[in-house]
């Protein structure tokens, strides 16, 4: 006998790991994201989450470099991938000579940002990400696409009352450069971002303190304030008269996209222009997006993306535009469970559980094999305990059809099937065919 | 205009990074894997890919934790997993109380070992894992089980020619305790390991320097050369006559996994007993497997794993056996790329490339819209290019079916859907239902 020391098994603050009834819905949203990427033609992708930190922080700066889990190995200085846009910038300067442009990739991983440890916080998370690279340029049209993908993934999700909000960054920067603000634009971007969460009156002391005047953060607040529909909201810009190049032609792809949303099958209900997102990184240049659970606000964008000018100009001097959206998706996982919006309902993967009370067990593992042979998942129960330990498995585990089969099912080449949802019992051959049939 | 310092875009030598096509063909292998895995009931895990050092090397040393990629992030001295064998333990020990038992549980998930760089060596890559966890015991039966899961997935990836070689621990333990040298098991399992790579006189050559007896290393030759089918192995090995209890509970095990391995379908071609396989790993202490590619030897086994008394001894006092398999995909995708056994032959995931060639998308995109509620993958080129440009995308993505669509169609009401393998086209209505039936 060895004796060992004990190490108590833990997880770390941050880290999501879930119990398999929770792991099989979370997969299962994971599924239904990936199949709708799919289902709009995207190729699959998946990078290293380890780079080079010379090229993954080619950019980065600010908040994003301090999260970062940085390390040397051996000699060489290494990152965990902090999102998974700069990872696709990379790939696609790197083989931008085998890629087919327009560039549509879905990657679904997981990432790090060592955050400050707080409930519903994620250090590790997944994003599932949706770029569309365009070779020198990309058609606004492709804006409005992105929307039909959010609608179907959270119609998917079982979801109907949710809004994405469009606006467009050329609006706001030619609206900060009209009031001689361009300097300041990020600044501001910054600010007015956060207006859903701190309110009107602390953004405009936030703003004072950028020493811009009086009349001109009216200005800022009155742009804010702009109500209607999507379309009073764009006529009312119109009326603004601001005359500004960036912010006219804002307006135009605005414009355009909110008139080819409607092509896509977006209902009316679901999109709206909303003025005040502006999504504070600063490498959106066009289209922005965000997307709200309108009776579930409080969670923040479900959501997001936009459009930026220049995918990888840290690595090539091709232009790239693109447009793209993201879902955290273990943030919005541990929100939807909290607020009981998902439910796990599932704790097996199995459709069938075999239970054999017999000792030889050539006639149930035949019955398995042939199952699985047709497409359903189907355990045997393989352990040598009573009848009651074995239907307590069944019952824990929650697998909808079990089949006992003991002497009397063999001789008689009969079984009863039972469905454990509804109780019912029905006795028919044991034949894999006839059991297929029960189980529609 | 800024100017922008480039970085080279590199990716980190030893880190697998496809083109969409291969990234395809990756995915659905993985895919394959997975389904085989839900097929038999296993449930999905997602462990973090960082741990507590402390928790994660809380047995590990040698090799192993030479390998590792290990950092500190503030305070925390951090890791990330080698194997998903060691966060099963945890996870187990962890959730006993919330677990049903036996526990079969599958993973899929990338893993880090900073092994020496070199060709078809990855530093991160993908194992399939799935295991078997009893709740202090755990029948032997599911040792052959596991055979079928092998010969499941390796028949779904379309190879015939294949052996899984199966052995016994306890035979090799007993073996050596029966010659006095139960102290240098561990040692002799790993240079008898190696007898495919070394050869036979390779391995005489290193035992004798382990002060072994001349004759006590023929004994152990003698052993690794009994030849024959499993049960003429099984007959020769009873032949041996060695008293000892280890050596005999070992042969009972095998005899009783290779009786059942039949019961599971797995043709007689595709396993046998194979004495010399030891897998080197040490928590290995009754049945263990390799998976050879006949035809392919050198490429290594495809497919591990073994039984281990003791999963979780390092986290609690519970008692959990287990059974368990890995595949590590990435290098074995690599090797089948390599040895032109597989073959990326999609560079797309859409069935449908729509190209409208009018200015108004609205029917275009209504149809896209369409086909995708049915479920199909559908890309409609958005970007207004000619026409020549566009069939070139469809050329290169290598769309099976693309439909064009300009003034004419829609004034008809008909198109022609053109099958780009076949060069074959047909004319039919422009309606969701009659495509769909031409995909068939």
């Given at each position: 006998m060895r004796l060992i020391m004990k190490t108590e098994p833990r997880t770390l603050a941050g880290f999501m790991e879930l119990l398999p009834d929770e792991q099989i819905l979370f997969n299962q949203i994971k599924q239904k994201i990936e199949n709708t990427y799919k289902k709009f033609g995207f190729l699959p992708l998946d990078t290293p989450i380890i780079e080079l930190s010379e090229v993954l922080l080619a950019k980065a700066g600010g908040e994003t470099e301090k999260q970062i889990y940085r390390f040397t190995k051996g000699e060489t200085d290494l990152s965990l991938r902090f999102d998974l846009t700069v990872p696709l910038s990379k790939y696609v300067a790197k083989n931008y000579g085998n890629l087919s442009f327009p560039f549509r990739r879905y990657q679904i991983g997981k990432v790090y940002r060592g955050e400050?440890?707080?409930?519903?916080?994620?250090?590790e998370f997944y994003q599932c990400d949706i770029d569309i690279i365009g070779d020198g340029e990309l058609d606004i049209i492709n804006d409005a696409e992105l929307t039909s993908v959010i609608y179907t993934i959270f119609k998917e999700l079982g979801?109907?009352?949710?809004t994405i909000c469009i606006n467009n960054r050329k609006i706001l920067n030619g609206l900060f450069e009209s009031i001689g603000q361009k300097e300041n634009s990020t600044e501001i971007l910054r600010i007015i971002d956060k207006i859903d969460k701190i309110g009107k009156e602390a953004v405009i002391e936030e703003l004072a303190k950028l020493n811009i005047k009086k009349e001109n953060i009216e200005k800022i607040i009155e742009f804010l304030e702009i109500q209607g529909t999507s379309n009073e909201k764009i006529e009312k810009l119109e009326k603004?008269?601001?005359?500004?190049e960036t912010f006219k032609l804002g307006l135009e792809e605005l414009k355009e996209v909110v008139k080819n949303v409607k092509l896509f099958a977006?209902?009316?209900?679901n999109y709206k222009v909303d003025?005040?997102?502006?999504?504070?990184?600063?490498?959106?240049?066009g289209t922005v997006y965000e997307t709200f659970l309108n009776n579930y606000r409080?969670?923040?964008?479900v959501c997001s993306g936009g459009r930026y000018d220049n995918l990888a100009e840290y690595y090539t001097d091709k232009k790239l535009p693109g447009v793209g959206i993201s879902i955290g998706l273990t943030r919005l996982f541990y929100k939807l469970n909290e607020l009981n919006?998902?439910?796990?309902?599932?704790?097996?993967?199995?459709d069938v559980l075999i239970i054999p009370m017999v000792e030889n067990l050539e006639i149930p593992i035949k019955l398995a094999t042939e199952l699985r042979e047709e497409g359903i998942n189907t355990e045997i129960?393989?352990?040598?305990?009573k009848l009651k330990a074995k239907l307590k498995y069944a019952d824990k585990l929650k697998i909808k059809y079990v089949i006992v089969i003991g002497e009397d099912e063999i001789n008689t080449k009969t079984i009863n099937i039972k469905?454990?949802?509804?109780g019912k019992e029905n006795k028919i051959k044991l034949d894999a065919k006839q059991i297929i049939k029960e189980l529609n």
């Open positions: 400050k440890a707080q409930k519903g916080r994620y250090r979801f109907s009352d949710f603004l008269k601001i005359e500004n977006v209902p009316e209900e003025l005040t997102i502006a999504r504070g990184l600063d490498y959106y240049t409080e969670i923040g964008s919006l998902i439910k796990a309902n599932k704790k097996s993967i199995s129960y393989l352990n040598n305990k469905n454990m949802e509804t």
